[in-house]
């Protein structure tokens, strides 16, 4: 279902949509977050969705809509290897190596700004998520 996000501060978290998702019963089990993130290619950024856990606490999934990232290097982060390691992690997510606390995720050798890009997308994600919608797993009305 999608949601009216245009009271909201979506544009700082650089989202653009929101919908909620349901399971056969009619009970919120997600928000499919779509917006945009900037990686290698600053002229022409990344649009992405990611589908968080209604309480706000996991990925589902992500997906790219639109990359255009340095050719055989930037744009793996559109292949399933790289986007199926967010699948089931809990939140927040960093780039392995990292010092910060959060699921791991691995960067693409020489593509290390696209991943993250990527990374920071889905973090934010969550954030206006838990900002707008609270982890209680309801939609504020």
Avoid at 18 to 41: F, I, M, P, R, S
Avoid at 48 to 70: K, N
Wanted: glycine share 10%.
């Amino acid at each position: 279902k999608d949601m009216d996000i245009s009271g909201t501060n979506a544009s700082d978290y650089s989202i653009t949509a929101v919908q909620e998702a349901y399971d056969g019963a009619g009970t919120l089990v997600a928000y499919v977050v779509t917006g945009t993130t900037v990686g290698y290619n600053a002229e022409s950024p990344i649009e992405m969705s990611t589908i968080i856990s209604a309480d706000g606490t996991l990925v589902c999934g992500i997906d790219i809509l639109h990359q255009d990232e340095t050719e055989y290097l930037g744009v793996k982060i559109a292949t399933d290897a790289f986007k199926n390691q967010f699948a089931g992690r809990y939140l927040p997510v960093v780039a392995s190596g990292d010092t910060a606390k959060g699921s791991t995720i691995d960067t693409l050798a020489n593509a290390t700004i696209s991943s993250k890009a990527v990374i920071d997308a889905v973090n934010n994600a969550q954030s206006f998520v838990l900002d707008n919608f609270g982890a209680e797993g309801s939609a504020a009305q």
